[in-house]
C-alpha cells in the first residue's frame, strides 16, 4: 500500500481557507527568517483520497469491534458506545481544566463519586484518579509505598514480587529504586508460603502481587499471605489489573491488601491497545491516605474542588487530573451496570474462561489443572515434543480462522504459554466457534505440521522475521511474497 506521501500530486488538496479579514503583514517582520519553514513537505491529495487512505489502514487493523480477542491479561471486552457517546458531551469535552472550579463542578462531582465507587467496590479508604495507566499506579503506589516507610524512619531496600508477575511489577519497583526479589510459586499456581516466610525480612518494603494472578488463578491462601507480609511490618500491593474476575464478589482492602491499582481501561471498559489513553487510578487503606497524590477532588457541603493541602503528599503524578475521558467512561459504565450488573461481569468471565478451559483440555496440556477464574492458560508443549509445532506457529494459524490470538509465551513459568481471556462480553456461539478453531489447529499440528508452521497462511502479512522486524522496523506494507515484509 502506498503511504499517503506516495499519493500526493502537486496541486490536489482538500482543505478551503477563506479570504483573510485582518491586513496582512510581513513575517520577517516579526519572526527571524531562518525560523520560517518555506517548504513543508505536506502531501497534496484530494479528500477523498485521505478518507480512503486512512479507511483502508484502519480495514487492516484488528480490534474488538472486528473480532474475537481473547488476549490474555489484557481484558479485551466489547467497550459499549453509550459510553464513547457521553465521553464527547460538549459540557465535559470542550471544558477547559484551567477554567474556574465554579464552572467545573458537574466534572469534579463525576470525579468525586468515581472515587467513591471505586472505594466501595474495592474495599480502599481513598483513591487518587491521577495515574495514566495499571504500570503508572503501580509506580505510584510504589512511591507511596517508599514515602510511608522515609516517614516512619524505616529503611527498606526490597519488593518480593512472584514469579507469575506481569513484567510491569518488577519494572515499577526497580524505578522505584527497590531491589526485586522473585518469590515462588508452588505446584498449585498459589505463592509458595514457605518460600514467602523466608523471604519476608525486615528490609522487605512490599509484596507486589496480582490477585487472581497471571495464570488466572486466584491466591487460595492470601489471607496467609497478608499476615506473613503485616507481621513483618511490610505492605501488601495489589496489582488490580484482573479485577474483571472478582467484581463485587470479594474487595482486596477485605483481603487485607494496603495499596490497589486498578485498570479502568480494562475492567470498566473504554478502547485500549496500542497505547492508550488509560487510567491507573490508586487506591489505599487508611493509614496511606495522606500520601496520595495532590491535587484530591474534595466535597465542600454542596461544592467540589481540588485540594491541593496535604503536606506528606508524594506530589503530582500527572498534568491536571488524570485521562479524564477513561474517567468518564468508566463512570458511565458503572451507572448503567450497577452493582448487579457488575457482579454479572464477574461472574459471565469466569464462566466464559471456565468453558474455553474444559473444552479444550484435551487438546493442550493445562500445568495448573483447576478452577479459573477470568483467564486460563494451556501449554502448547505437547505439539512441541511431538510435532515440532511452537506456540507461535498455533497462534498465528488462528489468524487465518479470523481470531485475535491469545497472549503467548506469558506467564513466564509456564513453558510455551497460551493465554486465553474470553471476557464477559462473548457468546457462547462465538466460544463454541473459537474451540472448534483451537481443536482444528491441534489436530492439525498432529496431521499437517509443516503445513501449520507456515501460518498465517492467509493473513494480510505473513510470517514476520520478529528480530529484523524489531531492530529494522519496515512499516511500508507489503503484498504477501513481495519484501520481507518485516
Ligand atoms: C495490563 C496489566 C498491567 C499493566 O497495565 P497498563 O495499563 O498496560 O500499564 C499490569 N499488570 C497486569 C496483571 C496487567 O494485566
Same mark, same amino acid.
Given at each position: 500500500m502506498e503511504l499517503i506521501f506516495e499519493k500526493s500530486r502537486p496541486g490536489y488538496g482538500g482543505y478551503q481557507v477563506p479570504k483573510t479579514d485582518v491586513p496582512e503583514i510581513i513575517l520577517?517582520?516579526?519572526?527571524?527568517?531562518?525560523?520560517?519553514?518555506? %517548504?513543508? /513537505? @505536506?502531501?497534496?491529495? *484530494?479528500?477523498?483520497?485521505?478518507?480512503?487512505?486512512?479507511?483502508?489502514?484502519? =480495514?487492516?487493523? #484488528?480490534?474488538?469491534?472486528?473480532?474475537?480477542?481473547?488476549?490474555?491479561?489484557?481484558?479485551?471486552?466489547?467497550?459499549?458506545?453509550?459510553?464513547?457517546?457521553?465521553?464527547?458531551?460538549?459540557?465535559?469535552?470542550?471544558?477547559?481544566?484551567?477554567?474556574?472550579?465554579?464552572?467545573?463542578?458537574?466534572?469534579?462531582?463525576?470525579?468525586?463519586?468515581?472515587?467513591?465507587?471505586?472505594?466501595?467496590?474495592?474495599?480502599?479508604? %481513598?483513591? /487518587? @484518579?491521577?495515574?495514566? *495507566?495499571?504500570?503508572?499506579?503501580?509506580?505510584?503506589?510504589?512511591?507511596?509505598? =517508599?514515602?510511608? #516507610?522515609?516517614?516512619?524512619?524505616?529503611?527498606?531496600?526490597?519488593?518480593?514480587?512472584?514469579?507469575?508477575?506481569?513484567g510491569t511489577n518488577p519494572a515499577s519497583g526497580a524505578l522505584c529504586g527497590y531491589e526485586v526479589v522473585t518469590v515462588k510459586s508452588d505446584r498449585d499456581g498459589n505463592i509458595d508460603l514457605d518460600h514467602l516466610g523466608r523471604m519476608m525480612t525486615d528490609d522487605v518494603a512490599a509484596l507486589m502481587l496480582t490477585n487472581p494472578n497471571t495464570l488466572g488463578l486466584f491466591e487460595r491462601n492470601i489471607e496467609a499471605v497478608a499476615d506473613i507480609v503485616h507481621i513483618k511490618g511490610g505492605i501488601l500491593y495489589g496489582d488490580g489489573a484482573n479485577a474483571n474476575a472478582f467484581l463485587g464478589k470479594c474487595r482486596p482492602g477485605d483481603l487485607g491488601f494496603d495499596i490497589i491499582q486498578v485498570n479502568l481501561h480494562k475492567t470498566f471498559s473504554s478502547p485500549h491497545g496500542s497505547g492508550g489513553p488509560g487510567s491507573g487510578p490508586v487506591g489505599v487503606a487508611p493509614h496511606l491516605v495522606d500520601f496520595l497524590p495532590i491535587p484530591r477532588v474534595v466535597r465542600d457541603g454542596e461544592a467540589y474542588r481540588m485540594e491541593y493541602d496535604f503536606p506528606d503528599s508524594i506530589g503530582r503524578v500527572k498534568s491536571f487530573y488524570g485521562n479524564f475521558s477513561v474517567l468518564l467512561r468508566a463512570y458511565a459504565y458503572i451507572r448503567s451496570l450497577g452493582a448487579e450488573g457488575l457482579m454479572k461481569v464477574a461472574e459471565i468471565a469466569v464462566l466464559n474462561a471456565n468453558y474455553v478451559r474444559t473444552r479444550l483440555k484435551p487438546f493442550f496440556d493445562l500445568p495448573y489443572d483447576r478452577m479459573c477464574m477470568h483467564e486460563c492458560v494451556f501449554s502448547g508443549r505437547r505439539q512441541l515434543a511431538n510435532w515440532g509445532v511452537k506456540t507461535a506457529h498455533m497462534a498465528k494459524r488462528l489468524i487465518d480462522y479470523g481470531f485475535h490470538p491469545p497472549t503467548v509465551y506469558f506467564p513466564l513459568i509456564v513453558p510455551e504459554a497460551m493465554m486465553i481471556e474470553p471476557t464477559e462480553t462473548e457468546s457462547v456461539t462465538m466460544l463454541d466457534k473459537f474451540c472448534e478453531a483451537m481443536i482444528a489447529i491441534a489436530k492439525e499440528a498432529e496431521k499437517a505440521p509443516e503445513n501449520l508452521k507456515k501460518a498465517p497462511l492467509n493473513g494480510a502479512i505473513s510470517q514476520l522475521d520478529e528480530v529484523l522486524a524489531a531492530r529494522e522496523p519496515d512499516i511500508r506494507w507489503k503484498k504477501r511474497g513481495e519484501g520481507n515484509g518485516h
Open positions: 520577517e517582520e516579526y519572526i527571524d527568517s531562518s525560523l520560517i519553514r518555506e %517548504d513543508l /513537505s @505536506l502531501p497534496e491529495v *484530494a479528500e477523498i483520497e485521505v478518507i480512503r487512505h486512512y479507511t483502508a489502514l484502519s =480495514r487492516m487493523n #484488528f480490534g474488538v469491534d472486528t473480532g474475537f480477542y481473547p488476549l490474555g491479561s489484557c481484558t479485551m471486552k466489547y467497550n459499549p458506545k453509550i459510553n464513547e457517546d457521553l465521553s464527547h458531551l460538549p459540557a465535559f469535552e470542550e471544558l477547559h481544566p484551567y477554567g474556574p472550579e465554579s464552572w467545573s463542578q458537574g466534572s469534579l462531582q463525576l470525579m468525586y463519586e468515581l472515587k467513591s465507587f471505586l472505594c466501595e467496590i474495592f474495599g480502599m479508604a %481513598d483513591f /487518587s @484518579l491521577q495515574p495514566a *495507566a495499571g504500570a503508572h499506579g503501580e509506580l505510584t503506589g510504589m512511591i507511596i509505598c =517508599r514515602k510511608y #516507610f522515609d516517614k516512619k524512619k524505616e529503611r527498606r531496600s526490597k519488593i518480593l514480587i512472584p514469579d507469575t508477575a506481569h
